[in-house]
């Protein structure tokens, strides 16, 4: 079956601009967790979903960064007035319940220039 | 602080030779311990899931051990190949810590012909 995709799979943009990153989790997972690679920090864990509540944003950097999720599948992260140190990887993942294996989508590639 | 590493950051080794990837956590209390690949300029691809109540696992030419009491996990590679050339990365759920998985900075490992 299809995995976990998102888009855009590249985003440049500029500094102090808004950026959508969209993550469709696998069919009939519950949990879904955004996280960001970045050089010199490794993967860093932003917020987790059980459904359409997030129980956990204690990752989020900055209240610049948002993120929700609708019908308990597709979620949007949104980060406001972007800067050059959100510059990075973001990773989106889903597992089919809290606690489960988790499976990861190929990233977005988001550089702000 | 619960923390997670992975030494050496980087191994190079010849066809063939059976290998071992090391993983170690400042935390005992996990739920449990997942083993990733990821491929340059991709995403990360999920190897092997151990639980805490597991000592090791299984999948083809790779076994994955636990040892909770002293903080460690291996990732053993038998016969190794070119195509197992990937950067290895270890990620804890630990207990309390929420649902986030907690990464290692990762083992860059290339085989050479």
């Known amino acids: 079956g299809a995995g976990v995709s998102q888009s855009p799979s590249n985003k440049v943009t500029e500094k102090g601009k808004d950026v959508e990153l969209r993550c469709d989790p696998i069919s009939g997972h519950t949990a879904l967790y955004w996280y960001r690679q970045s050089l010199g920090q490794g993967l860093e864990f932003l917020i987790y979903f059980q459904g359409n509540s997030a129980p956990d944003k204690s990752g989020l950097p900055s209240d610049r960064f948002s993120a929700e999720r609708t019908g308990g599948s597709v979620s949007t992260l949104t980060i406001q007035r972007t800067q050059q140190e959100d510059s990075a990887v973001y990773l989106c993942?889903?597992?089919?319940?809290?606690?489960?294996?988790?499976?990861f989508g190929p990233g977005t590639r988001l550089t702000v220039t | 602080k619960q923390e997670v590493t992975q030494i050496p950051a980087a191994l190079s080794v010849p066809e063939g030779e059976n290998l071992v990837l090391n993983c170690s956590f400042t935390d005992s209390a996990i739920y449990n311990l997942q083993w990733f690949r990821q491929d340059p300029g991709k995403g990360l691809t999920s190897l092997l899931l151990i639980q805490s109540s597991q000592r090791e696992q299984t999948s083809g030419r790779l076994n994955a051990s636990l040892d909770k009491s002293s903080g460690r996990s291996t990732l053993y590679i038998a016969a190794s190949q070119p195509g197992d050339s990937a950067t290895y990365l270890c990620?804890?759920?630990?207990?309390?810590?929420?649902?986030?998985?907690?990464f290692g900075t990762g083992t860059q490992l290339k085989v050479e012909l």
């Open positions: 990620a804890v759920r630990f207990t309390g810590g929420g649902n986030k998985l907690t």
């Open positions: 993942a889903s597992s089919l319940r809290t606690g489960n294996e988790q499976y």
